[in-house]
């Protein structure tokens, strides 16, 4: 006869292997997907790793079968933007003008693979309208929050909000598509 605690330690063993192969069959695109939200590495590698610890104490709340990669990068956004508003309160932030220079300023041992990925974020921000640049730099060049970038063009603070939250996606998903396509420009 099998004991519940062995039963119990059973279940619990096949819930971590479980765990562990749907995030390993996600983590590289995860990275990948943080990577555009954080732009430095070191940043995307640690709010990954902290982004399987939350995934993990949360698995319970996971509808099996339902789309693993859905919910762990939600939470990895999550994450993302928790690491930038720490980083801005702490006047770390990464403006804009600096991204490239960052990106490029790494360990020389990644920077050939990430070369896909500073090509990729110069052309997408070629790509973008001159009002979205000039949007993105009030926000992370001058710091500027959403009211007071709201103020400043006479616009209306939710249009604000809703613009930059296009704008985002929009670069993230060029970046992502012209990184994942293996061309940068």
Sequence with gaps: MISVAKCDKQ???SRR???QQLFAAVEHRL???VRTL???QADAENTV???AVVLWERYDAFAAGSNFFAWASTVAKFQSFQLLEKKRKAGTATTLDGVIDLMQDEDAGTLESEAFEIDALRSCLDQMSAEDVSLVRYRFNHRMSAPKIAVKLDKSVSSIYRKLDRIYRSLAWCI???VAGGTGS
Excluded: G, I, M
């Design 49 to 51: 790793q902290e982004t």
């Design 38 to 40: 954080v732009l430095n």
């Design 17 to 19: 292997e479980e765990f």
């Design 11 to 13: 279940v619990e063993l």
């Design 31 to 33: 990275y990948r997907y």
């Design 176 to 178: 992502r598509k012209q």
